[in-house]
């Protein structure tokens, strides 16, 4: 049985996680961390990391940027792996996650949704061969009214992927309004669409002559972030220190 410590327990994540594990007969949460207390959970609650005293197996993090040094000090002295699942982070906790990945284990990718990684992993496939074929490439992403950024974290890490296979030569294009000019073969447009609460939708459409292949992911709940989340967990328990992304748990 692995030992999870889940750190933002009592967030909307967090707490998803926790029913996720309940049944669970590989893992199990044995602690958490939140400075929010308004919460019932069936295991010990510290309002900060440096508190606990519960020995787990692997972190898995969905707090909140502020938060995250002080996950990644506790995982590098204490020697225990960490799924980190929050976003947002600055320039320098980026540089700081690839210090910790040196002492520990760290996996952190711009979304833990097992379908997505693997989409991830298909686009380096098609790509090549689809823009050889002179396919022009668009990515639609939606999501709730309420997100604040634009376009989406996982948006961008699609759009890598294809230029990662494409050795660069894609310029990203998010905006046409200002300019009248026919599309350049070489540009990638990613367009944004806010509204209601659609959870995460994204179409990478390759557009060619009389044909087109779409591929698409729809997340109809948070739950495949939280599932995501715990398989990772399970993949890096007891694995030595290394910066890990979700295309090492999907294979």
């Known amino acids: 049985m692995i030992k999870v410590l889940m750190h933002g327990c009592n967030g909307r994540m ?11 007969a590989e893992a199990e949460i044995v602690a958490g961390v939140d400075a929010f207390d308004g919460v019932s959970n069936p295991f010990p609650v510290f309002s900060r990391i440096g508190d606990c005293h519960v020995k ?3 972190v898995i993090d969905f707090s909140n940027a502020g938060a995250v040094d002080g996950v990644l000090d506790y995982c590098v002295a204490a020697k225990t792996p960490v799924v ?3 976003t947002g982070l600055s320039e320098e906790q980026l540089a700081r996650v690839e210090e910790a990945a040196k002492e520990t284990a760290v996996l952190k990718s711009a979304n833990m949704s097992l379908g997505i990684n693997l989409l991830l992993k298909l686009l380096k496939e098609a790509a090549p061969v689809l823009s050889e074929a002179g396919f022009d490439i668009e990515i639609v992403e939606k999501h709730h009214n309420q997100k604040v950024d634009a376009p989406s974290g996982t948006a961008i890490a699609l759009a890598d992927a294809i230029n990662e296979a494409e050795d660069g030569a894609y310029t990203y294009v998010y905006d046409r309004s ?6 350049d073969a070489k540009e990638l447009g990613i367009s944004a669409v806010r509204g209601g609460t659609i959870v995460g939708d994204h179409d990478v459409i390759f557009a060619g002559t009389d044909e087109v292949i779409t591929f698409e992911h729809r997340a109809y709940s948070r739950a495949v972030f939280g599932k995501g989340a715990i398989q990772a967990a399970k993949f890096l328990a007891g694995k030595p220190a ?3 992304d979700m295309s090492d748990v999907i294979g």
């Open 14 to 24: 967090g707490q998803m996680i926790a029913g996720l594990l309940k049944d669970d």
């Open 56 to 58: 787990a197996d692997v």
């Open 84 to 86: 980190l699942c929050t």
């Open 178 to 183: 200002q300019v009248r000019q026919k599309r």
């Open 242 to 244: 290394g910066r890990y």
